[in-house]
């Protein structure tokens, strides 16, 4: 059988796997691409769990009744994900400066849930 050019099969479809790569396709872990890839799931848990965070000062403020409460969290969430894109663009200036406005803003929140 003749070998298709690399990343074909017999009918023109790309395929980002080699057949000859098959024994290392099944083997899982951090050591794979050559380094350490703790930091991805990292950064996953802190948004997982920044999200939790802020729906649930959202949440408990809309129980309560805190229109400013909500209204800081909502603040805080928004400045938080423009946070993100400002670190997507390599602009860690603006990364920290919204990082801390959203902190200011969950802990305003969370002062007018106490108060």
């Known amino acids: 059988m003749m070998r298709e050019t690399a990343g074909q099969d017999e009918y023109g479809s790309t395929n980002p796997f080699d057949p000859d790569d098959l024994p290392t396709l099944n083997a899982i872990g951090?050591?794979?691409?050559?380094?350490?890839?703790?930091?991805?799931?990292?950064?996953?848990?802190?948004?997982?769990?920044?999200?939790?965070?802020?729906g649930g000062l959202m949440a408990a403020s809309m129980t309560f009744g805190h229109r400013n409460g909500f209204l800081f969290a909502l603040g805080g969430?928004?400045?938080?994900?423009?946070?993100?894109?400002?670190?997507?663009?390599?602009?860690?200036?603006i990364y920290a400066l919204f990082v801390g406005i959203a902190a200011l803003m969950l802990v305003a929140s969370t002062i007018t849930l106490v108060l």
Not at 41 to 47: D, E, P, R, W
Not at 78 to 93: E, F, K, Y
């Open 77 to 93: 969430a928004t400045s938080a994900w423009i946070s993100g894109n400002a670190l997507l663009l390599d602009r860690p200036r």
């Open 30 to 54: 951090p050591t794979i691409g050559g380094g350490n890839d703790f930091e991805k799931y990292a950064v996953a848990v802190i948004i997982v769990f920044g999200a939790l965070i802020i």
